[in-house]
């Protein structure tokens, strides 16, 4: 029996998968022969695209180019110069610690009040949290001193150090003119104003750094694998490897880089939906929403709210889970009972918070009205209105929540809080010691995609509840109490007239304020989870 | 690209036969039936048996009619994205607020262009009234097909009880003041006197009636709109008066802007005594009234003073051709939009909707048949809609960027309703916002 199921279930399943995918091919032919054509057009369409491209460069003036190549050359040879020497251990970089970020944060705010330019502020943070960080540095003698300096220029690794800063010289030329190329070098135009000037530099920059990563990587690969002595475990060429990332790698170019690219471009141009008429504007769509206090309002916005719904939600759901967890009958009943609103969308919880929070015909009110006589504006009062989609936010992701905090509290060894119990910890204190700690991953887990939910998933809430109202100020004058990122990002992006541009250029701030949120999540704080061994 | 689409589709489907049937696409905002026993709305009836009647009429034509939301600018979006795929649905029934884009998108063509001389001629019997809000510049883009005004809803039970002759509902601001109240002393349960949806076109139409323009170039009528006039004087008696029918307790709506179903459900669960909604709904006011025992009355949109009787502006929509055909379909779909909205089936959609007849000879017709003194409700919105005079302000205004510009009208009516803001500057500020945002469109077609 056993040999029988062994030697048919991998037929079998083969078996099955090619009936599917025949019936796939069968079933979607039309749709396989379009797609195929696409692509046979985009390939077709790229002799005439490197045609463009030759013209283009052919006719750009040299003030153009030269300045945008120069940030490019400076950029590359001086970063891979610092990670040549850290590969080599000559020196380490410094970690970028909390009080470097706060810091960082506060010289930010500090110079914004003090009446700067967003982006300004922005690069004075940057700098103030550098400093912080090199100034925190742990072993700073080790760091600054002749030994390291001497070890840096040492005969044997200048040629590894000119070859690794040629390489950066190289690809950062080549990596600047992505973002340079992409936005028409329209930076480095004679008449382009200084705030676009600035942004531009930073711009060639971020190409430049995508350009670099992967000769860093391989940098740092070599390092890893000679500490880790050897090759193992690795692929040895890069044939096979590829071939096994083709199918992701090309799912992710139809579908994610490519339309990321027209985005860019869309970001770039003055568009109105859904009309074909179009402008390019350089980065007059970005300048504008940085001095725009609407959209400044709904960024702050988005940030109070998420701040209050990660924070109710996980706290919550934490504390619901200590008292679901305990051993009482029909719990498996409570926990599926707890875990259900997460099974309904957000626009369905909308819903039911739009009937209960009602001012006149509402659930809530009509409570309040019985007992205090109050009937409170929840939708229409701008004090109100965000506490309500934070409550209806809170209330759809709680199951969410509860779930993983469920499982993870059963994943505590009981030996260890007994272990504890006997040596004296009462209550609070193997629960602030012992619990917290050890739920951490989970805890760490949960505040990434409770962040993602409240800048993301909470669109239906406010579409359903208060189309991004009430306004603030006269006539809507400072934005709307809840029109969050995500929800004038669409508004702007899809009704008929909307400014498309100015939506595509609105997606990209709100794509890099995620990268950068997951980015010092993973980097600061994962390191502080304890995983159990 | 195009080509390569093409020839995609050419691949996928079957080399039509030379003598096949024609076929164009209609989509509408009214939503699909799949079993025509299922049919619950008598508008989607109304329209497959005109449907049915047009191709017994063209045995070489086959008409499908496709509903691809119940929104209009849904149905506007995904009949211009069907469009670059080079699918675009032949006949589009487009919303007048977005009259101007849609002229706008290339996608359509004015059916002035394809009329042949008589079709034209035949326009000649629509009101003047609802043919000007379709037109720009010289074209006639679309034929009006369904066309609205807001009427007011009242309780006349509620009215009697507190004293008030129910045949004879406010016609002005300060009578609306007067009876609210009345009401609210005799009804100490309700609500509010009123309601009615936070729309941007009551205000417009309280503005037309007192004969303003809402923009400049007379409404957008002779050039694109580049300024509103959203802080004029008859603007601002508007917003003034909305604010004291608020502070006073006599006005509310749901809280949320353009929910005309939640705010006609306000009234008819009896939590207000008077509405102002679209005449659209007229049949669903009339059935549900009966339901719920409510003793209906329907009068004219009041006006906000003994001055203003400029009229009223339309709303609705009209429906439209798509460019990028074989002449025989566009022929077709051009033969299809004059049968659609040609005496005899203006009657019936008239009769089966609330939508007003759009044409002097259907008004006769009705008028002959008394339909109009054994259905007296239905005459109120055509009543005031002749009696309006026909100029630039009663024509309505057009704007590209139509939904963004009207969020901001309505911006302000929130922020001076519910947060207490002064009107001239909440006013002044949905004047300056429509404004650069009307100049930021223009600047795509310099």
């Given amino acids: 029996m056993q040999q029988l199921v062994e030697k048919w279930s991998p037929r079998l399943?083969?078996?099955?998968?090619?009936?599917?995918?025949?019936?796939?091919v069968f079933s979607e032919w039309g749709g396989l022969v379009r797609f195929g054509n696409y692509l046979a057009g985009a390939i077709a369409a790229t002799p005439g695209s490197v045609q463009t491209i030759w013209t283009y460069y052919g006719g750009l003036p040299a003030e153009q180019l030269l300045p945008s190549l120069l940030v490019g050359v400076i950029f590359g040879m001086v970063t891979t110069f610092i990670i040549s020497l850290t590969t080599r251990a000559a020196i380490r970089l410094p970690g970028f610690s909390a009080w470097a970020m706060f810091s960082g944060a506060g010289a930010a705010i500090i110079a914004y009040a003090a009446g700067m330019i967003t982006l300004n502020a922005l690069l004075v943070g940057a700098l103030v949290a550098v400093v912080v960080a090199w100034a925190l540095q742990p072993d700073m003698r080790a760091f600054l001193s002749v030994d390291t300096a001497r070890r840096a220029f040492s005969r044997d690794l200048i040629p590894y150090t000119l070859l690794a800063m040629f390489g950066g010289a190289v690809g950062g030329a080549l990596g600047s003119q992505v973002m340079a190329y992409a936005t028409q070098h329209c930076t480095y135009a004679p008449d382009a104003p200084l705030v676009q000037r600035q942004i531009g530099v930073m711009v060639t920059a971020f190409g430049t750094l995508f350009a670099l990563m992967p000769v860093w990587t391989l940098m740092l690969w070599r390092r890893r694998a000679q500490r880790r002595g050897g090759t193992s475990g690795y692929f040895r060429g890069f044939a096979l490897p590829l071939l096994w990332l083709l199918p992701t790698l090309l799912s992710l170019i139809v579908f994610l880089y490519y339309p990321a690219t027209q985005i860019i471009s869309l970001s770039l141009k003055l568009r109105r939906h859904p009309l074909p008429q179009e402008r390019f504007v350089c980065l007059?769509?970005?300048?504008?929403?940085?001095?725009?206090?609407?959209?400044?309002?709904?960024?702050?916005?988005?940030?109070?709210?998420?701040?209050?719904?990660?924070?109710?939600?996980?706290?919550?759901?934490?504390?619901?889970?200590?008292?679901?967890?305990?051993?009482?009958?029909?719990?498996?009943?409570?926990?599926?009972?707890?875990?259900?609103?997460?099974?309904?969308?957000?626009?369905?919880?909308?819903?039911?918070?739009?009937?209960?929070?009602?001012?006149?015909?509402?659930?809530?009110?009509?409570?309040?009205?019985?007992?205090?006589?109050?009937?409170?504006?929840?939708?229409?009062?701008?004090?109100?209105?965000?506490?309500?989609?934070?409550?209806?936010?809170?209330?759809?992701?709680?199951?969410?929540?509860?779930?993983?905090?469920?499982?993870?509290?059963?994943?505590?060894?009981?030996?260890?809080?007994?272990?504890?119990?006997?040596?004296?910890?009462?209550?609070?204190?193997r629960f602030l010691r012992m619990t917290l700690p050890l739920l951490s991953p989970f805890t760490f887990f949960l505040l990434v995609t409770n962040i993602t939910y409240s800048f993301y998933g909470i669109y239906g809430a406010v579409d359903t509840l208060t189309s991004g109202g009430p306004p603030l100020g006269p006539g809507g004058r400072d934005g709307g109490a809840t029109n969050v990122l995500i929800y004038k990002l669409y508004q702007d992006a899809f009704s008929p007239g909307s400014p498309a541009g100015s939506a595509a250029a609105q997606a990209m701030i709100l794509f890099l304020m995620v990268a950068i949120v997951t980015l010092i999540q993973f980097r600061f704080i994962e390191r502080r989870v304890t995983y159990a061994e | 690209m195009m080509v390569m689409i093409l020839a995609g589709?050419?691949?996928?489907?079957?080399?039509?036969?030379?003598?096949?049937?024609?076929?164009?696409?209609?989509?509408?905002?009214?939503g699909?039936?799949?079993?025509?026993?299922?049919?619950?709305?008598?508008?989607?009836?109304?329209?497959?048996?005109?449907?049915?009647?047009?191709?017994?009429?063209?045995?070489?034509?086959?008409?499908?009619?496709?509903?691809?939301s119940t929104d209009y600018v849904e149905v506007f979006n995904n009949a211009l994205a069907a469009a670059e795929q080079g699918l675009a649905p032949h006949v589009i029934q487009v919303e007048e607020g977005l009259t101007q884009i849609a002229a706008d998108s290339q996608l359509f063509i004015p059916i002035s262009d394809v009329a042949t001389p008589e079709q034209l001629a035949s326009?000649?019997?629509?009101?003047?009234?609802?043919?000007?809000?379709?037109?720009?510049?010289?074209d006639i883009w679309g034929i009006p097909w369904n066309s609205s005004n807001p009427v007011l809803y009242y309780n006349r039970g509620m009215f009697e009880e507190a004293g008030l002759d129910p045949d004879s509902p406010p016609r002005t601001f300060a009578e609306v003041l007067e009876v609210c109240e009345a009401l609210s002393a005799a009804l100490p349960d309700l609500q509010s006197c009123a309601n009615w949806p936070m729309v941007a076109w009551f205000p417009e139409q309280w503005v037309s009636m007192q004969n303003v323009l809402i923009a400049d170039n007379e409404n957008g009528r002779t050039a694109r709109a580049s300024e509103v006039f959203y802080d004029s004087d008859e603007m601002l008696l508007v917003a003034n008066w909305w604010k004291e029918m608020a502070d006073r307790g006599f006005y509310s709506y749901t809280g949320s802007p353009s929910n005309y179903t939640g705010e006609a459900g306000l009234f008819i669960t009896r939590r207000t005594a008077m509405t102002i909604n679209s005449t659209a709904g007229l049949t669903n006011?009339?059935?549900?009234?009966?339901?719920?025992?409510?003793?209906l009355g329907v009068g004219r949109l009041f006006i906000p003073n003994e001055d203003a009787?400029?009229?009223?502006?339309?709303?609705?929509?009209?429906?439209?051709?798509?460019?990028?055909?074989?002449?025989?379909?566009?022929?077709?779909?051009?033969?299809?939009?004059?049968?659609?909205t040609n005496t005899e089936n203006n009657i019936r959609w008239h009769q089966g909707s609330g939508y007003f007849p759009n044409r002097v000879s259907a008004l006769e017709q009705l008028e002959a048949d008394g339909w109009y003194d054994e259905n007296p409700f239905f005459a109120v919105a055509i009543d005031q809609l002749r009696e309006s005079e026909v100029n630039a302000a009663t024509a309505g205004a057009i704007l590209g960027p139509s939904a963004q510009v009207r969020g901001f009208l309505i911006e302000a009516f929130q922020s001076i309703v519910d947060g207490g803001q002064d009107p001239l500057e909440a006013l002044q500020t949905a004047a300056t916002r429509g404004t650069a945002e009307l100049q930021a469109y223009n600047s795509l077609f310099e």
């Fill in chain 1, 13 to 24: 399943i083969s078996g099955f998968s090619l009936v599917f995918l025949a019936w796939f």
């Fill in chain 2, 123 to 138: 326009l000649d019997d629509f009101l003047p009234q609802v043919r000007d809000y379709y037109n720009v510049g010289d």
């Fill in chain 2, 309 to 340: 009787t400029n009229g009223v502006t339309v709303g609705g929509a009209s429906v439209w051709l798509s460019a990028g055909h074989s002449d025989a379909e566009i022929e077709a779909a051009r033969d299809f939009v004059f049968f659609l």
């Fill in chain 2, 9 to 30: 589709i050419v691949l996928v489907l079957p080399v039509a036969a030379q003598d096949a049937p024609i076929e164009i696409t209609f989509v509408h905002i009214f």
């Fill in chain 1, 284 to 429: 007059e769509n970005y300048v504008n929403l940085a001095q725009d206090p609407i959209y400044q309002n709904s960024f702050i916005a988005t940030m109070l709210i998420t701040v209050a719904v990660v924070a109710l939600a996980m706290s919550a759901a934490l504390a619901i889970a200590l008292l679901a967890s305990q051993k009482v009958k029909y719990a498996g009943v409570y926990r599926t009972l707890l875990i259900w609103p997460y099974a309904l969308s957000p626009v369905v919880t909308g819903v039911i918070f739009y009937t209960m929070f009602q001012q006149q015909t509402g659930l809530i009110n009509y409570a309040l009205q019985q007992t205090v006589g109050a009937s409170p504006r929840w939708l229409t009062n701008p004090d109100l209105a965000p506490w309500v989609i934070v409550f209806a936010s809170v209330w759809n992701i709680l199951g969410f929540n509860i779930l993983f905090y469920v499982a993870g509290l059963q994943n505590i060894p009981r030996d260890l809080m007994e272990a504890a119990e006997i040596d004296g910890a009462n209550r609070v204190q």
């Fill in chain 2, 285 to 295: 006011f009339i059935s549900l009234s009966e339901r719920f025992g409510i003793d």
């Fill in chain 2, 32 to 68: 699909e039936v799949d079993n025509e026993e299922d049919i619950t709305d008598v508008r989607i009836a109304v329209i497959e048996s005109i449907i049915d009647d047009f191709m017994a009429e063209n045995p070489n034509v086959v008409v499908r009619s496709r509903s691809t």
